[in-house]
């Protein structure tokens, strides 16, 4: 019986969890808190907020999900170097009154139902220290204490893939636990609401954008600079960059006071931060680091409340990862994402063919004419002989059928009136790997389900699941898997046994192809790659159930292949499916 593992959610929180108490005992050794000062603003300065949830990118937020009782876990630490300048008492140039700040974020987050999501996180601010010597400011030499904690909930609204756009609605509560002397923390609770809008342009290329308001209790006042309610506005994107483990980062936001005691708004009440940095998956293999991934990012902002001229960040968890490829198209100068395929020039108008795929030519290994993606012996061909497949069309028999279909290559083919095409003397019109002169039904196929399958009669059991007919190994229920992934659901496991049992008693039934197929919702490429993917799934576990590999064929033909439209929910329904198609049968004595 074939392995069959399923990944509780708790082994990723016990991991994620002692993870998180081994570095927040780190930091607590580091950490002596704030002396009281009544000069200092009670205020948390640290702008930098990253997401705990697992789709989302840095602290730009994703409209997307994580699967039922997805766990995610991980930390960041981030470093912002001169986060505050003010203009010194003796002078006009500005100073910072801030050298830095050094914070680790603790994050954990769940999902239920692929449409909600909770997340919290704890920030520790590790140090904070100041050259300036005078009064607020010298309190802060080397201080260190606990952030305000943040309590995180996203919901879905459009979901991406069946809508052009994807839409989610998150809502952030920060409660006072951080050092306010210490400007880690507000003196009273504060909320976020957070918009958040996300498309594909292209590929697995991924782009959104974030609108929301910050609420806080009471204004800030710094060297009159206020820091109170604001406007929060970002954007960001992952782009797939060398290699299928990896994303390149890009992020930008800003956050504009709109406090009603601030009447003169200026630059240093609305600044603006970009970062740029990579997504690396460390661990694809199923297991408690399935999907763990580090996090690298530098960054800068424009001069202003807790935006400093330099950020650097490296985290650690359950990231997700897009993943790709870029290569170089040396015919055509540049680098052209593999993603990017040219289209079919047989169905699509001339004007909307790239330049660069107007000339260029497909691939054919062996040069025989046949392009190696249609080719199915793409280095065994020779220029005028081959078939449509292209593969060499040799006939030793000479009976027309090449040998490479041909059963019997050294016994010509023998038709006698019949339209039998195996290449072997005995007629069998009906393609059932039962010769003519003993089938009782010569041109019925008989369907092998252990029901006098020697007949050669179709004899068909009511109650039977799977059942070999018409070409086909036939199943009477559909192959269920995960959604959006090749794992194949428990549900699933009585029916592909009992394929697997077929097979074996039925070793006549040659080489199966195992064909997957999608409906048209999502990219195309994507698509593909999934069939080929749970095609692959369900050959691995009938080889577990003891079918020999050199039987069994996974092909994935994405959405390529529908069976009903596309248009109802029903017919989608209907286009995703498992199919077994038989390629020979051999003939019986």
């Known amino acids: 019986m074939p392995i069959r593992p399923h990944l509780s959610p708790l ?25 009281s000062t009544e000069q200092l603003p009670e205020a948390n300065f640290q702008r930098w907020r990253p997401s705990p949830f697992a789709s989302d990118f840095l602290m730009v937020h994703s409209s997307l999900i994580d699967e039922h009782l997805g766990f995610n876990g991980g930390f960041y630490f981030n470093y912002a170097n001169d986060p505050l300048l003010v203009r010194h008492s003796s002078g006009a140039e500005l100073q910072a009154a801030i050298d830095y700040q050094l914070f680790a974020d603790f994050m954990f987050s769940m999902s239920f139902f692929e449409w909600f999501e ?19 400011f010298e ?104 290699s299928e483990d990896l994303d390149l980062l890009l992020e930008i936001h800003s956050e504009i006071t709109v406090d009603g005691a ?48 330099i950020r650097a960040i490296v985290g650690i968890g359950w990231q997700w990862v897009s993943g790709g490829a870029w ?23 001339p004007e909307q063919i790239p330049d660069r795929c107007r000339t260029k030519k497909p691939v054919d290994s062996d040069g025989d004419g046949v ?62 790997g039962i010769p003519d002169v003993v089938d009782g039904c010569p041109i019925e196929a008989e369907i092998f389900n252990g029901i006098d399958d020697e007949d050669g009669c179709p004899d068909d059991d009511p109650n039977a699941k799977v059942s070999v007919r018409h070409g086909k190994l036939e199943i009477r229920e559909q192959v269920f898997f995960e959604t959006g992934k090749a794992v194949i659901l428990p549900s699933s496991y009585a029916l592909l046994d009992e394929v697997a049992r077929v097979l074996d008693a039925n070793p006549h039934v040659g080489l199966i192809d195992i064909e997957g197929h999608t ?14 993917e749970r095609a692959d799934s369900v050959r691995s576990y009938l080889i577990e ?44 004595p």
């Open 371 to 432: 392009p190696d993606n249609l080719d199915r012996c793409p280095f065994l061909g020779q220029p005028g002989q081959v078939d449509q497949s292209g593969c060499p069309n040799n006939d030793r028999d000479a009976d027309g059928i090449p040998d490479h279909v041909d059963k019997c290559p050294d016994s010509p083919e023998d038709f006698d009136g019949w339209l039998d095409q195996d290449g072997c003397p005995e007629p069998d019109n009906d393609q059932d």
């Open 545 to 588: 159930a003891g079918v020999e590999s050199s039987r069994l064929n996974a092909i994935g033909y994405g959405e390529e292949r529908p069976i009903d439209t596309n248009d109802t929910k029903e017919g989608r329904a209907r286009n995703r499916r498992v199919e077994f198609v038989i390629r020979g049968i051999d003939d019986k």
């Open 262 to 309: 601030n009447e003169a708004l200026s630059s240093e009440e609305r600044p603006v931060e970009a970062e740029l940095g990579f997504r690396y998956r460390l661990w694809k293999e199923p297991g408690i680091l399935e999907g763990l991934a580090v996090t690298g990012a530098l960054g800068a902002g424009t001069t202003g409340m807790g935006s400093p001229s």
């Open 519 to 532: 409906d048209d919702r999502g990219d195309e490429a994507m698509n593909k790659k999934l069939s080929q």
């Open 327 to 349: 290569a170089h198209d040396y015919d055509y100068g540049g680098y052209l994402s593999e993603i990017e395929e040219c289209p079919d020039p047989e169905t699509t108008p």
């Open 118 to 136: 909770l997340g919290i996180v704890l920030p520790v601010g590790i140090g904070t220290g100041t050259s300036i010597l005078e009064m607020p």
């Open 139 to 242: 309190q802060l030499r080397d201080e260190a204490g606990l952030g305000d904690m943040r309590f995180a909930a996203k919901g879905r609204i459009l979901r991406l893939g069946d809508f052009p756009v994807g839409l989610g609605l998150i809502a952030i509560v920060t409660a006072p636990t951080g050092d306010t002397k210490a400007l880690f923390g507000d003196d009273g609770v504060s909320f976020d609401i957070i918009s958040a809008i996300e498309f594909n342009p292209w590929g697995k290329v991924r782009m959104a954008g974030n609108l929301g308001f910050r609420y806080r209790p009471e204004p800030a006042v710094v060297k009159n600079y206020t820091m109170g309610h604001s406007l929060l506005l970002s954007g960001a994107a992952a782009i797939p960059f060398f």
């Open 11 to 35: 082994p990723r929180l016990v991991a994620a969890l002692g993870v998180a108490a081994f570095l927040f005992t780190l930091t607590q050794a580091s950490i002596s808190f704030a002396q």
